[in-house]
């Protein structure tokens, strides 16, 4: 059982950065793959961004690649999203998320974090 925790959420100007953190409890984080998801308002959810184990595989939805950067930290059991040059099109509520294998962390993770607003202003 893996418990996720989202912070760092708000409201930002076009062009500006956030950095979004994930806690997490539970056991064995380095074994889960960790991935980011949002949902704007009247869309479904989409998959933004997952990392490997270790930290060397990520991979990025078509829109964020070259904007957004993945990251995690073994010791302190969190995953983080660096969110720069953003855009009004960003605006949404953004998931941590957790699953035993790849593919499924990218399409439908076993573990869900209650989701943290981000906003950004034109």
């Known amino acids: 059982q893996v418990q996720l925790v989202e912070s760092g959420g708000g409201l930002q100007q076009a062009g500006g950065s956030l950095r979004l953190s994930c806690a997490t409890s539970?056991?064995?984080?380095?074994?889960?793959?960790m991935g980011w998801f949002r949902q704007a308002p009247g869309k479904e959810r989409e998959f933004v961004a997952a990392?490997?184990?270790?930290?060397?595989?990520?991979d990025y939805t078509d829109s964020v690649k070259g904007r957004f950067t993945i990251s995690r930290d073994n010791v302190k059991n969190t995953v983080y999203l660096q969110m720069n040059n953003l855009k009004p099109d960003d605006t949404a509520v953004y998931y941590c998320?957790?699953?035993?294998?790849?593919?499924?962390?990218?399409?439908?993770?076993?573990?869900w974090g209650q989701g943290t607003q981000v906003t950004v202003s034109s």
């Open positions: 990392i490997g184990w270790s930290g060397e595989s990520t």
């Open positions: 539970g056991r064995s984080f380095s074994r889960y793959y």
């Open positions: 998320a957790a699953d035993l294998s790849y593919y499924l962390v990218r399409r439908t993770p076993t573990y």
